[in-house]
């Protein structure tokens, strides 16, 4: 399994950007897909973007043109930063890192969210 720590959230005004990074850590060569997910009060939580391990990245038709996620490297982690752009108020809620893929058994980690929220 991986352990995953998000940062970056806060307040920003509809229009502006923020960019969300979720640091991997642990067994990070046994991730399969990593990515982002939100929850918006009331609602269940979706996927906004991820990333395989092949480079292929697939994103929510909501954000398509606005947000776009990424990934570094490097020696023993994995960080994935989600750029959001021309941000609107629908686009609050806890934002969630989460990473799948196989060690010994197959996993479905999550990070402990970072809240987003976007004022009109």
């Known amino acids: 399994q991986v352990r995953l720590v998000e940062s970056g959230g806060g307040l920003v005004q509809a229009g502006g950007s923020l960019r969300l990074s979720c640091v991997a850590s642990?067994?990070?060569?046994?991730?399969?897909?990593i990515g982002w997910y939100r929850q918006a009060p009331g609602k269940q939580r979706e996927l906004v973007a991820d990333?395989?391990?092949?480079?292929?990245?697939?994103?929510a038709d909501s954000v398509k043109g606005r947000f776009t996620i990424s990934r570094l490297y490097a020696k023993n982690t994995l960080t994935v930063y989600l750029q959001m752009n021309s941000l609107k108020p629908e686009d609050t809620g806890v934002y969630y890192c989460?990473?799948?893929?196989?060690?010994?058994?197959?996993?479905?980690?999550w990070g402990q969210g970072t809240q987003v929220t976007v004022s009109s």
């Open positions: 989460n990473a799948q893929g196989v060690w010994a058994n197959r996993y479905d980690d």
């Open positions: 642990g067994s990070t060569f046994s991730i399969e897909v």
């Open positions: 990333v395989s391990s092949g480079g292929s990245t697939n994103y």
